[in-house]
């Protein structure tokens, strides 16, 4: 909770950084928050294309990967 917080913070000074977007779905994946890591890894890959790759691969996405929205 306390670094998805942070994260969130961060969005707060960065709000159009793709990085923080994807830290941020990162850190809501590890806690359990599907629907918004989603949220947060659709605005990421929107903001710069690339990370859809590094999406793919990441084992902090592996609970999302069978979900439509995630594919």
Known sequence: AEAVAEQ???LDILPYGA???FALAQRLAQA???AAALA???EAVRLHRNLRRLAATDPL???LRGSAEFQ
């Open 61 to 63: 996405f592996e609970r």
């Open 19 to 21: 990085e923080v977007h």
């Open 8 to 10: 969130r913070r961060a």
């Open 32 to 34: 359990g928050d599907s």
């Open 40 to 42: 947060s890894l659709k």
